[in-house]
């Protein structure tokens, strides 16, 4: 039998504003428990929300990237539930009319793209954090997180694997970064997927789905989704079927067991906010958020082929976080001769190097204008381009400048074409034999020329110039 | 002068003839004489109520009166206070105390008042009668054994009974009016979006609105003009309402032009025919005064009760979830887990009134039932707006009676929630179209053991509580009703 997977996924995206959605309270992480709270995020009677419009705005910015329709009017709704970290028993998110809807991603599969459709991003409200573990018995509950804003990005089940998603996942995530509506950080669960997963088989109708929860890296919901699809299609051939369900991922056992089914045997009640009036957006403010669009990671890597001729793989891996090609544009800035060999320089070799120090360019000890100066000096062939990774190595040691490691190791290259015609001479002089064979024709000794002649400069000769005098000399 | 009005309190005042501790002594005098009887007041507390009428006194020397310096307002017990306890009269609330003042109590506060107390209410506000409150019955001055209304009961009986000159109120489907009604004392529920909620706690959002319970048209004016204005802390309190020139619209004396609609759905069979004739005769007054009689029709009126008990039970069923026993409140004893402690904790905090809403509530919203009852409901509602729209088109006010009877007997219909509910028959739909409305006295029925007061209920267009204040104005000019008194209470402080 073959079988068909159909995944779609929920992203609930922490959006980066300074105060929670409908009150005063920072939103910064990993202060003390209940340290950022206040009557209206702590559910106290009387309280009311009132929108933060930063967070809406940012919603429209993201809807506008993904082409999506803005709703000039959106509407919240309550969503009710009961659960100690969630203060006012009901959360306050949009669901019939949310503020974006009818978007799409265009992702790469093979060598080709494949459009994802979104559903609709809508806006609503964290909630806090419980805590049962090492409490004796008790729970603890922090309220910080509770009023966050979050993005809720809806995709159409229109991913086929697990890859397909992961492949959406990183694009949905690179996007969000461009975007700066995010800090994005999944360690600390400001993006956070849940997976919608069924199987079936192709022209028949769609199989039951179940909702897979508590992954928090792309590697989990890459193994979360291959364990489930792989459990179902079992499921269906041992003649079971599959049931409408949540299921937890075990990250430590790798595999997804369903939630008590007393957690999940909710009816919301949802209901239009009675405390708060439709969300109203002009026209004129789209406008104003669209201008404002930084440039996204597909224009970018457009630019930086035609503008700086770079290859597709280089303009892809200089385009993965706005950080990065803003410093790749820093360092051409500064070293403007030869854009590509900065795209080299940078995705090569200093890239390599941050990666062993578990960092990124935003704490690079080498900054664009110091590697620019490396990279003048190989151009200037003060240093071969061999030379140039001790002296980057060097570099990222102790943050110096280019120019102070070559003069302290004494690596400046030899480009004197006086110096390095002497050199050749006397290697000719205590070679004859060799020459002699050269001279009737024998062209392959060429390298052991060169091999002599570097050997004699330590390595500092200009490799192209001893090539270059030495076919001159040799010949005559 | 306890059954003074507040203009004329602050006249005295502001003459030199009294002071705010004088009055404020009066007040709690008068408390310390009739509460036992009444059970208006569930909270008072006599030093902080001096305290805040010395420091009024000497705001008053070194800077000079503010609107309402020195003069005492009560407040029900829904209003969130920095001091004292909030309650909303309810056991799940036992020993609340809010670390904020509700907007509408800074602005009494601003206005130089002095809080005088917490009153009596039905449990969250859930009631026509004041006698689902945690806190026992609050009885009519009118006569002790009828409840005084609700679920402003405990604002209306203490002004009624001049145990305090004015009192704030909320409305979400009468429950100013009903009780200023049955009281014989004026009140006013000012357009949805008109005062801010923030700090009220809430019963239904969509609904709720705080507004004043005094003697007088012009009290009254006095009072809502302190309270009302935008606030950026409640996005549903409107930014660019329509200014109303409150105490001006209280100078009218006639109805010269005044075309006063009266809804055929509100005279109708079943209701207490001395009701109706007393409202009657009011608007034969009306008509003597210079106005026109405009017979209209409302016709989704016979709905407004149904789908008010279908919103706002919905509305309440979110907003009581809160009162979960975790952060604040009531909770059980020895939980045994958390959904013991959820349930044990509203089961013994919430009375049955306020647990029938939440199922109710609970019901209406619940998936599958939600279209039949919640969204038709609000189509109803939508419909009934319109209503009001058109009948405007025709009319400037609409004059109706407040409620279909008079005040009846503790315990009389407790039991029968159904007919508890139609006693708000005449209000719901002004707080359905979130219009404002005003009841004053009219008349006097007889009951059992003596008269009884009859309101006469003002409806005006969004943003007109003017039309209300100068219709009602131009009728207590020519009639004597706020004058009379009831027995009894004319002891205590009567001296001053």
């Given amino acids: 039998m073959s079988w068909e997977t159909v995944i779609g996924l929920e992203v609930h995206v922490q959006i980066n504003t300074k105060t929670k959605a409908f009150c005063g309270c920072s939103t910064e992480f990993g202060a003390d428990p209940n340290s950022q709270t206040c009557p209206v995020c702590l559910g106290m009677p009387g309280q009311l929300p009132v929108l933060n419009m930063e967070a809406a705005r940012k919603s429209v910015l993201t809807g506008l990237a993904i082409n999506g329709t803005i709703n000039l009017e959106s509407k919240f709704d309550r969503k009710n539930y009961f659960y100690p970290d969630l203060p006012k028993g009901y959360q306050i998110t949009q669901f019939p009319v949310p503020i974006v809807e009818l978007g799409h991603l265009d992702i790469p599969v093979g060598d080709g793209e494949k459009r994802i459709g979104i559903t609709r991003i809508h806006m609503e409200e964290d909630a806090g ?39 959406y996942l990183k694009q949905l995530h690179q996007l969000i970064l461009f975007l700066g509506v995010s800090g994005a950080n999944m360690e600390k669960g400001q993006f956070r997927c849940d997976a919608n997963v069924s199987v079936h088989q192709p022209g028949t109708p769609l199989g039951t789905r179940s909702e897979l929860k508590n992954m928090n890296s792309f590697r989990f919901i890459k193994q979360a ?21 949540t299921r937890l991922y075990d990250s430590v056992k790798g595999e997804t067991r369903p939630m008590r089914s007393k957690e999940e045997a909710h009816d919301y009640r949802y209901f239009p906010e009675p405390d708060l009036p439709p969300l109203r957006i002009s026209q004129q403010e789209v406008e104003a958020i669209k201008a404002g669009m930084p440039e996204l990671p597909g224009q970018l890597r457009a630019r930086f082929e035609s503008e700086f001729g770079l290859s597709s793989y280089d303009a892809d891996v200089l385009t993965q976080t706005r950080e990065l090609a803003g410093w790749y544009e820093s360092l051409v800035a500064a070293h403007p001769a030869d854009p590509k060999r900065c795209a080299n320089w940078l995705a090569n070799e200093l890239l390599g190097r941050l990666k062993e120090m578990e960092t990124d360019v935003a704490d690079s000890p080498v900054s664009a204008h110091k590697l620019a100066g490396l990279l003048d000096r190989i151009a200037d062939n003060t240093i071969s381009g061999k030379s140039a990774k001790d002296v980057l190595d060097a570099m990222m040691a102790s943050g110096d400048d280019a120019d102070a490691i ?7 290259q030899v480009s004197d074409s006086g110096a390095i015609d002497e050199m050749i001479l006397k290697v000719m002089a205590d070679n004859p034999q060799q020459l002699e064979q050269f001279r009737a024709g024998k062209d392959k000794l060429m390298g052991f020329f060169v091999g002599q002649v570097m050997k004699a400069s330590r390595g500092q000769a200009n490799p192209a110039m001893v090539n270059q005098r030495l076919k001159e000399l040799l010949k005559a | 002068m306890p059954f003074s009005t507040l203009s004329k309190l602050k006249n005295r005042l502001d003459a030199g003839e009294t002071s705010a501790v004088e009055l404020a002594r009066i007040y709690l005098d008068r408390v310390a004489a009739h509460n036992d009887a009444l059970n208006a007041f569930v909270h008072i507390d006599a030093d902080y109520i001096l305290a805040q009428a010395e420091a009024s006194d000497a705001h008053r020397s070194a800077h000079g009166a503010r609107a309402l310096e020195g003069l005492p307002i009560a407040v029900k017990d829904i209003f969130c206070t920095q001091n004292g306890p909030t309650q909303c009269c309810s056991n799940i609330l036992k020993g609340f105390h809010a670390p904020y003042d509700a907007h509408v109590i800074t602005r009494l506060k601003e206005a130089g008042a002095v809080l005088f107390g917490k009153t009596n209410m039905d449990e969250f506000a859930m009631g026509s009668s004041n006698e689902t409150s945690a806190f026992g019955p609050c009885r009519n001055p009118w006569n002790s054994d009828c409840i005084p209304g609700g679920s402003s009961g405990g604002s209306a009986a203490a002004v009624a009974a001049a145990l305090a000159p004015a009192a704030l109120g909320t409305d979400t489907g009468g429950s100013i009016r009903q009780p200023a009604a049955l009281t014989g004392i004026t009140g006013l529920k000012p357009t949805y979006g008109r ?16 507004g004043s319970m005094t003697r007088t048209v012009r009290d009254t004016a006095m009072l809502c003009e302190a309270i009302a204005g935008h606030d950026a802390g409640d996005a549903t309190s409107v930014a660019d309402a329509p200014a109303t020139d409150w105490l001006a619209a209280c100078d009218k004396t006639d109805m010269l032009g005044l075309k006063i609609g009266r809804p055929k759905e509100y005279f109708v069979d079943g209701m207490d025919a001395s009701v109706r004739a007393t409202v009657e005769a009011a608007l034969a007054e009306c008509e003597k005064l210079g106005a026109e009689i405009v017979d209209i029709s409302l016709p989704h009126t016979e709905y407004a009760v149904a789908a008010y008990y279908v919103i706002a039970p919905s509305e309440a069923s979110a907003n009581l979830s809160r009162y979960d026993g975790v952060r604040f409140g009531h909770r059980c004893d020895n939980p045994d887990d958390l959904l013991d402690m959820y349930t044990r904790s509203r089961d013994e905090g919430f009375g049955s009134e306020v647990k029938r809403r939440i199922l109710t509530g609970s019901f209406a919203l619940s998936s599958g039932y939600y ?13 009934i707006r319109q209503d009001f729209l058109d009948a405007f088109e025709k009319v400037d006010v609409i004059a109706t009676p407040t409620s279909p009877i008079p005040a009846f007997k503790i315990g009389e219909k407790t039991d029968d929630p159904l007919t508890m509910y139609l006693s708000d028959i005449f209000t719901i739909a002004v707080n359905l179209a979130g219009l404002p409305g005003l009841s004053q006295p009219c008349g006097f029925v007889d009951g059992e053991g003596g008269e009884l007061p009859v309101g006469l209920q003002w409806i005006a267009p969004a943003w007109r509580e003017d039309a209300l204040l100068s219709a009602a104005a131009a009728y207590e000019g020519a009639t004597d009703w706020t004058k009379k008194t009831p027995v009894g209470f004319d002891l205590a402080g009567g001296a001053a």
């Fill in chain 1, 129 to 167: 954090k419980s805590m049962h573990e090492g409490l004796d018995g008790v729970s603890h509950i922090d309220l910080n997180r509770s009023g966050v804003p979050l993005m809720e990005i809806v995709s159409e089940p229109d991913m086929r694997n697990a890859d397909e998603a992961i492949a």
């Fill in chain 1, 225 to 245: 989704i291959d364990y489930e699809v792989n459990r179902q299609i079992e499921l269906i051939e041992d003649g079971g079927e599959v049931a409408q369900e």
């Fill in chain 1, 406 to 412: 070559i003069e302290a190791k004494g690596l400046k």
């Fill in chain 2, 195 to 210: 005062v801010s909620r923030r700090g009220i706690i809430a019963f239904a959002s969509s609904l709720d609105q705080a």
């Fill in chain 2, 371 to 383: 279209d039949a009852y919640y969204k038709k409901a609000q189509q109803v509602r939508t419909l």
